[in-house]
């Protein structure tokens, strides 16, 4: 029984370092694109869609959006245009890890999307940005999912407060 068990473990042990060299050679992307389309596409702030599985999050000023958000975030002194360009520069600008990319076509003044990938397994994830015109200022919306995955262990959640965390010295009113 165990020469049996140690052939085994042996065989498993290179199974799992010829899978995980594969994995290396062909690239993150390349794996994950066959689960689907990393870009999971726009949302209808009216009506979002949220996963069944835990493994999404949503931030919202106060009467921007209809669907109940994780974060409810404040309205802020700036305008829209404003909003959305100071957090697509922090979206962009390295606070969060992992590799972003824009993909959305850039035909929506007030959204802009991007795939966000994890740095150690590039596991792709869709995060949506919006701004709205609410009562003279602006509303934020963030919507984080993942494209994989039963449940993210809160990372949508994490990459919502860093924006929000980057965003706040600069835009927030003084409460």
Not at 67 to 76: F, H, K, W
Not at 128 to 142: D, K, S, Y
Request: charged share 25%; net charge neutral.
């Amino acid at each position: 029984m165990g020469k049996r068990f140690k052939i085994f473990a042996a065989g498993l042990g290179l199974f799992g370092l010829a899978a995980a060299g594969t994995f290396y050679l062909l690239g993150p992307e390349r794996v994950w694109r066959l689960a689907g389309d990393p870009d999971q596409g726009s949302v209808d702030w009216d009506a979002i869609e949220r996963s069944p599985n835990p493994n999404d999050a949503l931030a919202c000023s106060v009467a921007a959006c209809a669907t109940p958000a994780e974060i409810t975030l404040p309205l802020y002194d700036a305008t829209p245009e404003e909003l959305l360009k100071e957090a697509d520069e922090i979206i962009r600008g390295g606070t969060l890890s992992g590799n972003v990319q824009r993909v959305d076509d850039g035909q929506d003044p007030n959204a802009k999307r991007y795939v966000v990938r994890t740095p150690l397994m590039g596991y792709p994830d869709t995060l949506n940005l919006g701004v709205r015109a609410v009562e003279g200022r602006a509303g934020l919306l963030l919507y984080s999912r993942s494209l994989l995955g039963r449940s993210d262990l809160g990372a949508n959640r994490r990459r919502i407060q860093k924006i929000i965390d980057a965003l706040r010295p600069k835009s927030l009113p003084e409460a």
